[in-house]
Nanobody, 124 residues
């Protein structure tokens, strides 16, 4: 069974950058669609980005421009680079994987494996 563990979150000043990492074990991440979601306090979870098993990349419309998803198949790793961080980016960021292999509309319900999340706080 695929297991996911995120890291790389922390406290960062507005305008800064972070790279979140997600290491997969128990299966080959390349066979899955893998994505990032986030949940801010008091708000619903929202999709950030997804990379399909074939390498196609999608971003949620509101996430285009400052977020970059990537995957290192040799290391079984998924990454999310976040640039020009804003206070409204403060959230718990989750890595997730879908056996469907396709991102589609990046619906959380299509992703069966989830990490525990990593906190990102953007504040001066």
């Amino acid at each position: 069974q695929l297991q996911l563990v995120e890291s790389g979150g922390g406290l960062v000043q507005p305008g800064g950058s972070l790279r979140l990492s997600c290491v997969a074990s128990g299966s080959t991440l390349e066979e899955f669609a893998a994505g990032w979601f986030r949940q801010a306090p008091g708000k619903d979870s929202e999709a950030v980005s997804c990379i399909s098993s074939s390498g196609d990349i999608r971003y949620a419309d509101s996430m285009k421009g400052r977020f970059t998803i990537s995957r290192d198949n040799a290391k079984n790793m998924l990454y999310l680079q976040i640039d020009r961080l804003k206070p409204e980016d403060t959230a718990v960021y989750y890595c997730a994987a879908s056996r469907f292999g396709l991102c589609g509309s990046i619906k959380p319900t299509n992703f069966g494996s989830w990490g525990q999340g990593t906190q990102v706080t953007v504040s001066s």
